[in-house]
């Protein structure tokens, strides 16, 4: 969703608030969104997401170039969900540029989860499958992996120079893990 958190990001930052957004949802459609649920559910998440972040790290999502804004994007997906969060620094960070993340790490990644956490206990062969399917996507649409027919393949971001200086050193530490980065 790096186009929505972009168009949000851009809107907060001319100093619209959550209502207002919402608002040119569900009036103006800002999102292009075919029902109406979406355009009530879709900048709920947007600014959820994106009060994670800085004002500079919004500022550059709103105004930079792609592949940065996808990591700043990714970083407040990060930030703000935790199954994401969890899965990087148990799965992803121990990983090294061309290393394979296979099905069955996830697997182990959440019976793990699932013996701290009745909810994940609780989630169906289904759910696991649709949560994988979306961990994936998201880490390819974030520049951080590709797909194979077996196993994503783990990739270090293209970044520009300017993103390790706009974050405070908590967003550092996330930012090494997910750029696969030993630390600047």
């Given amino acids: 969703m790096y186009l929505e958190m972009k168009k949000t990001a851009g809107l907060l930052c001319e100093g619209k608030d959550a209502d207002e957004i919402l608002s040119l949802s569900i009036n103006e459609n800002i999102y292009q969104l075919d029902k109406e649920k979406r355009r009530r559910s879709m900048p709920l998440k947007m600014t959820k997401r994106l009060a994670a972040l800085s004002k500079p790290l919004l500022l550059a999502l ?10 700043i994007a990714f970083l407040a997906l990060m930030k703000a ?5 969890e899965y990087i620094l148990d799965v992803y960070a121990g990983k090294s540029d061309y290393d394979e993340i296979t099905d069955l790490e996830f697997i182990h990644f959440t019976d793990r989860l699932a013996a701290n956490s009745g909810t994940v ?5 289904q759910t696991l499958k649709e949560i994988y399917s979306r961990l994936k996507s998201i880490l390819c649409d974030a520049g951080l992996a590709k797909r194979t027919k077996t196993a994503l393949i783990v990739q270090k971001p293209i970044a520009a120079g300017d993103f390790y ?3 405070d050193e908590d967003d550092k530490i996330l930012a090494n893990a997910i750029c696969l980065w030993e630390g600047n």
């Fill in 165 to 167: 200086n706009l974050l």
């Fill in 81 to 85: 969900e935790r199954l994401v969060f």
């Fill in 62 to 71: 709103a105004n930079g170039p792609g592949e940065e804004g996808k990591l």
């Fill in 121 to 125: 206990a609780n989630w169906n062969s």
